[in-house]
């Protein structure tokens, strides 16, 4: 195999992945690819199958006329580059279409959940450099804080994405390389989609402005702040047992603690309570309740659960959650 080529390089980066992250099992032990057919994860598939035995899981959304046939194609695709194993996984995806996402995000749930029921060992993900700068863009337009701009983990068991580091434009050269049919989602062309008018409109602008290496600049800026996040993370986690009261939080508590930090803990203590969706902006409301403390209502955040909505608010010096019908 040709190092320097692009099936060479990829199988380099999965390899380097493998020895850095899944080092227990150097002998091949068993993991999974998430397929879809497109040429990101064929070429992962393609990849993969040489190193270890590898199951593709191929998740059938239903949201496209034809999508069994899709999914059959990329099945038969998986055995003939020899995975050991590859079955098709078929989903209901419930959301109204929309230009915010909602499609997106309800298929991506559906799309995780099927595949950590299914997986047999760690799941690869075929995001590439470009996937990750379209997320920094995305996080940056909602104003979601650090830890969305610090976009996605390489490694965030069981999901592995050993292509973070190489740019979209390997992955089709690889599939030409090795003589395959890639599927081309129409929905990677439906400008209805936020993320796919920032691959085809915005960062093609921001590349020409500012004079091209715009998505390895992103790309490395989710890298610092993952790490500046990682800390904070563990600082969060050291202060947590300090400041509960039960389910509730202690407000007198929280303030001693270094802003970052204190922010942190909250959002820790509201996804534990069943948030979802949470925004800087609801977060740092939150915080008003412990240093700005007069008296104010609570903040509204989204609920796990259907038909109801979670309220953050302070009483007796503590901060506590309660649920509330969704009018």
Same mark, same amino acid.
């Given at each position: 195999?040709?190092?320097?080529?692009?099936?060479?390089?990829?199988? +380099? !980066?999965?390899?380097?992945?493998?020895?850095?992250?899944?080092?227990?099992?150097?002998?091949?032990?068993?993991?999974?690819?998430? #397929?879809?057919?497109?040429?990101?994860?064929?070429?992962?598939?393609?990849?993969?199958?040489?190193?270890?035995?590898?199951?593709?899981?191929?998740?059938? /959304?239903?949201?496209?006329?034809?999508? +069994?046939?899709?999914?059959? %194609?990329?099945?038969?695709?998986? =055995?003939?580059?020899?995975?050991?194993?590859?079955?098709?996984?078929? =989903?209901?995806?419930? +959301?109204?279409?929309?230009?915010?996402?909602?499609?997106?995000?309800?298929?991506?749930?559906?799309?995780?959940?099927?595949?950590? @029921?299914?997986?047999?060992?760690?799941?690869?993900?075929?995001?590439? #450099?470009?996937? *990750? !700068?379209?997320?920094?863009?995305?996080?940056?337009?909602?104003?979601?804080?650090?830890?969305?701009?610090?976009?996605?983990?390489? /490694?965030?068991?069981?999901?592995?994405?050993?292509?973070?580091?190489?740019?979209?434009?390997?992955?089709?050269?690889?599939?030409?390389?090795?003589?395959?049919?890639?599927?081309?989602?129409?929905?990677?062309?439906?400008?209805?989609? %936020?993320? $796919?008018?920032?691959?085809?409109?915005?960062?093609?602008?921001?590349?020409?402005?500012?004079?091209?290496?715009?998505?390895?600049?992103?790309?490395? @800026?989710?890298?610092?702040?993952?790490?500046? %996040?990682?800390?904070?993370?563990?600082?969060?986690?050291?202060?947590?047992?300090?400041?509960? $009261?039960?389910?509730?939080?202690?407000?007198?508590?929280?303030?001693?603690?270094?802003?970052?930090?204190?922010?942190?803990?909250?959002?820790?203590?509201?996804?534990?309570?069943?948030?979802?969706?949470?925004?800087?902006? *609801?977060?740092?409301?939150?915080? @008003?309740?412990?240093?700005?403390?007069?008296?104010?209502?609570? =903040?509204?955040?989204?609920?796990?659960?259907?038909?109801?909505?979670?309220? +953050?608010?302070?009483?007796?010096?503590?901060? @506590?959650?309660?649920?509330?019908?969704?009018?």
């Amino acid at each position: 195999m040709d190092r320097q080529g692009p099936v060479g390089q990829l199988r +380099a !980066a999965v390899e380097a992945f493998a020895a850095t992250h899944l080092p227990s099992d150097p002998g091949g032990g068993r993991w999974c690819v998430a #397929l879809s057919g497109g040429p990101d994860s064929l070429a992962l598939t393609a990849v993969a199958a040489q190193l270890r035995p590898t199951a593709a899981l191929i998740v059938d /959304h239903g949201l496209q006329p034809g999508s +069994a046939a899709v999914a059959e %194609t990329a099945r038969k695709q998986a =055995v003939a580059l020899g995975c050991v194993d590859a079955q098709v996984l078929c =989903v209901q995806v419930d +959301a109204p279409f929309g230009p915010q996402g909602g499609l997106e995000a309800a298929a991506r749930a559906a799309r995780y959940a099927a595949l950590g @029921t299914h997986r047999d060992g760690p799941v690869l993900l075929g995001h590439t #450099l470009d996937d *990750q !700068a379209e997320t920094v863009l995305l996080g940056l337009g909602r104003g979601s804080g650090g830890r969305s701009l610090a976009g996605m983990r390489a /490694h965030d068991p069981p999901w592995c994405r050993p292509l973070l580091g190489v740019r979209r434009s390997l992955t089709h050269a690889a599939c030409r390389a090795l003589g395959l049919t890639a599927w081309q989602d129409p929905h990677n062309a439906d400008r209805r989609f %936020t993320r $796919t008018r920032l691959r085809l409109e915005v960062l093609p602008l921001l590349e020409d402005v500012l004079g091209g290496g715009v998505a390895e600049a992103l790309a490395r @800026t989710a890298t610092a702040l993952r790490e500046d %996040t990682a800390l904070i993370d563990a600082l969060a986690a050291q202060a947590m047992p300090g400041v509960r $009261t039960g389910p509730d939080l202690n407000a007198r508590a929280l303030a001693g603690l270094p802003a970052p930090v204190r922010r942190r803990v909250i959002r820790g203590w509201l996804l534990d309570g069943g948030a979802i969706g949470l925004s800087d902006k *609801q977060i740092r409301g939150i915080d @008003t309740l412990v240093t700005a403390w007069r008296g104010q209502g609570g =903040v509204a955040i989204g609920s796990a659960l259907r038909g109801q909505r979670l309220i +953050a608010g302070r009483r007796d010096g503590v901060l @506590t959650m309660w649920r509330e019908p969704v009018r």
